[in-house]
């Protein structure tokens, strides 16, 4: 089972660092440079607009699924229709509560419509994750892995159609982006239906009141936790939209989606990386010795990558940008290069809040996102009227660094742990490295994908000589004592 685990692992983490970036620097890519900083940063705005209320769909279904569905093989056929029925009810929820919120920040009729229609693709997007639950739960898990990236190489192959295809004489319109989603989304959904359906009995959807009443209860904490989340991470580009006089906030959200890309890909490890060590701390929650040795181990993996990543994005912004947009200005390099210091702070909140969850504290989980929430709003009212995308940009990392904060005096009340200096110096001393050795590599007269490259290797280098971590303990995260053979 050990081993079946990681190779299923290791080949979800292969599809999605195949497709996924090749999607980001490929596709939105050059869909955000051929229809405009503006036009997209509308769109960008309207996207995370829908994903803010995206927990209403989901409710922490997905995890109570999958988690009932391993455990119990009857669990699928005497309740997909029932689940099926909630699903739908808080479908037609979610369209509402988008519909009036839509109205209530003032967007115009033609607005809504987009909005609306991006609304019923996240609809798709969280029906397949549902489908995907069932999967897993299954544990057909190189299926899960195929379906979890097949939505976007639909996407690819039709957009790179539209792009580059020569097939209309139009220029690409950001509709036709929403259409593409549209159409992997209910490809992806043809593929996986299929697949659960051959394990349930197909019948009507039905009203089960109990059973509706006994999921969203248990699921309440997960979904409370989800909605903030969102709240304090994706709202900034709907402030920005709505705070600033129309075209300038249409244009400032674009400047912000245009270094957000960058973000959301580099936060796409430290996601896939929590996934893999939720079951790990579940699994030894109750050794708290060994529990908090594994953690020190992940931590310092997402520090270096995090510090590896804002070093890099920091004194490669030019070429970086210029790479990633045709429309690049001083502002814009000055949010890419504060935004992608939100990576540091960001990638160890998935350790610690992970850690967290596997631990069963969502209540103070909760209370420091509320707090968040709080936080991030009040900054970005403060700041995006005078600064814009750069206030927003402030505003997001500090709520990151408060978050990271909290979780980490709570994490520290619970193991009852002196704080460790000699570690907290080396953690110091590396940052200081990691900045001359990237900051000088950056000044040497080479191509700067090559410069790149150079500086990886040798920050890489360093977190091994201030002995933040060693091989050693790495490979003990796949060994019987971390991950028992079951």
């Known amino acids: 089972m050990r081993r079946k685990f990681l190779v299923n692992l290791f080949f979800l983490l292969g599809l999605n660092l195949i497709v996924k970036p090749f999607w980001i620097f490929g596709i939105d890519r050059t869909v955000q440079n051929v229809v405009g900083g503006q036009i997209y940063g509308l769109y960008f705005a309207l996207f995370n607009f829908t994903v803010i209320f995206n927990t209403i769909l989901d409710f922490g279904i997905n995890n109570f699924n999958n988690k009932n569905v391993a455990s119990s093989p009857s669990f699928l056929p005497n309740n997909f229709s029932g689940i099926f029925s909630l699903k739908i009810f808080l479908a037609f929820i979610y369209f509402i509560v988008i519909l009036l919120a839509g109205i ?26 549902y489908l995907r639950s069932n999967i897993s739960g299954l544990l057909m898990f190189k299926t899960d892995s195929i379906l979890s990236v097949i939505d976007r190489v639909v996407m690819i192959i039709a957009c790179s159609i539209l792009l580059w295809g020569h097939v209309t004489e139009k220029p690409f319109q950001i509709e036709w982006f929403i259409g593409c989603q549209t159409f992997a989304y209910l490809v992806a959904i043809a593929i996986a239906l299929p697949i659960v359906l051959r394990k349930v009995k197909l019948r009507f959807p039905t009203w089960n009141p109990a059973l509706f009443k006994k999921i969203l209860w248990q699921s309440l904490p997960f979904a409370l936790l989800a909605l903030l989340t969102s709240l304090h991470n994706r709202t900034d580009a709907v402030l920005l939209e709505r705070l600033l006089p129309a075209d300038c906030g249409d244009v400032q959200s674009g400047v912000y989606a245009s270094a957000f890309r960058l973000l959301d890909a580099a936060t796409m490890i430290a996601y896939l990386f929590s996934v893999i060590l939720l079951p790990l701390f579940a699994n030894i929650k109750q050794k708290k010795e060994e529990l908090f040795s594994i953690v020190k ?21 030019v070429p ?36 967290l969850t596997a631990m069963g504290e969502m209540k103070k989980l909760n209370i420091i996102a509320i707090i968040a929430v709080v936080l991030n709003f009040s900054l970005n009212f403060l700041l995006i009227p005078h600064f814009k995308a750069a206030g927003s940009t402030i505003a997001s990392l500090c709520t990151q660094i408060f978050l990271f904060v909290a979780e980490v005096l709570i994490v520290k009340h619970i193991f009852k742990q002196n704080t460790p200096w000699i570690y907290l110096l080396q953690l110091f001393l590396f940052v200081i490295l990691t900045i001359g050795a990237a900051y000088g590599i950056s000044c040497l007269q080479l ?29 003990r995260i796949i060994q019987n004592e971390i991950l028992p053979e079951k």
């Open 104 to 129: 209530f920040v003032g967007y115009s009729q033609a607005v809504i419509g987009m909005l609306m229609w991006m609304a019923f693709n996240q609809f798709l997007a969280c029906f397949i994750l």
């Open 297 to 317: 181990i992940a931590f310092s993996l997402m520090f270096v990558y995090g510090v590896l990543v804002a070093s890099l994005s920091w004194f490669f912004a």
């Open 320 to 355: 970086l940008m210029n790479f990633l947009s045709d429309h690049q200005t001083d502002i814009s390099i000055l949010v890419f290069r504060r935004l992608m210091i939100v990576i540091v702070p960001l990638s160890a909140t998935y350790i610690f809040g992970t850690l």
């Open 447 to 475: 191509d700067w994908k090559i410069n790149c490259i150079i500086a990886v290797f040798c920050i890489v280098l360093i977190s091994f000589a201030v002995k933040l971590f060693s091989i050693k303990e790495v490979k």
